[in-house]
């Protein structure tokens, strides 16, 4: 069975730092493109950043590019996301994500992290 | 990034059929097509169907999806209590390198 968890979510000021991690289960890993989504507070969903199997590709939405960072450790079957210079807008739940290996659709996400960017 | 078009709600009658509209281009839905997602309040996302349209294991066949150039669409037949959800439409655009969402639709079975 496929299992995602994420962690690190929490109250953040603006301007601050996060990182938040996904672990994965059930599946190979290494074998998929993973992503995070997120959805702020009665708003619609979001993707935010996807990495290749390898790690050789990232993609961001415009508005965390420079900001924030995915990353991930096969070894572990750990990914990450680090987010720099939060903003109020930024305040979501954050989901993680995998990307079927066949038609790239994202097929399993995890329950979600909050993140509160807040003074 | 500009998204998907979908209509904010749709009402239907408890065993009607509904169906569900996602506009966007050639570079997004025109292009590969359109996965769809199921939502319960407090819940994460649920794939419902691949952007080849078939549906993943464990999906009712009361969902069907398919496209017609730049739209993609989802039928669900025999209305029931559960599928009042809200449903949103992701494509990948080649040319914005990036997913895409559609705003979502609110099912509402009445």
């Known amino acids: 069975e496929v299992q995602l968890v994420e962690s690190g979510g929490g109250l953040v000021q603006p301007g601050g730092s996060l990182r938040l991690s996904c672990a994965a289960s059930g599946f190979t890993f290494s074998t998929n493109w993973m992503r995070w989504d997120r959805q702020a507070p009665g708003k619609g969903l979001e993707w935010v950043a996807n990495?290749?199997?390898?790690?050789?590709?990232?993609y961001y939405v415009d508005s965390v590019k420079g900001r924030f960072t995915i990353s991930r450790d096969n070894a572990k079957n750990l990914m990450y996301l680090q987010m720099n210079s939060l903003r109020v807008e930024d305040t979501a739940v954050y989901y993680c994500?995998?990307?079927?290996?066949?038609?790239?659709?994202?097929?399993?996400w995890g329950q979600g992290t909050l993140v509160t960017v807040s003074s | 990034q500009a998204g998907l078009t979908q209509p904010p709600s749709v009402s239907k009658g408890l065993r009607q059929t509904a169906t569900l509209t996602c506009t966007g281009n050639?570079?997004?839905?025109?292009?590969?097509?359109a996965a769809w997602l199921q939502q319960h309040q407090g819940h994460p996302p649920k794939l419902l169907s691949y952007?080849?349209?078939n549906r993943p294991s464990g999906i009712s066949e009361r969902l069907s999806a398919s496209r017609s150039g730049n739209t993609a669409s989802l039928t669900i037949t025999g209305l029931q209590p559960e599928d009042e959800a809200d449903y949103y439409c992701s494509a990948w655009d080649s040319s914005l390198s990036a997913w895409l969402f559609g705003g979502g639709t609110r099912l509402t079975v009445l």
């Open positions: 994500g995998r990307e079927d290996y066949y038609d790239g659709s994202p097929d399993y």
């Open positions: 990495i290749k199997q390898d790690g050789s590709e990232k």
């Open positions: 050639s570079n997004n839905v025109g292009h590969q097509g």
């Open positions: 952007r080849n349209n």
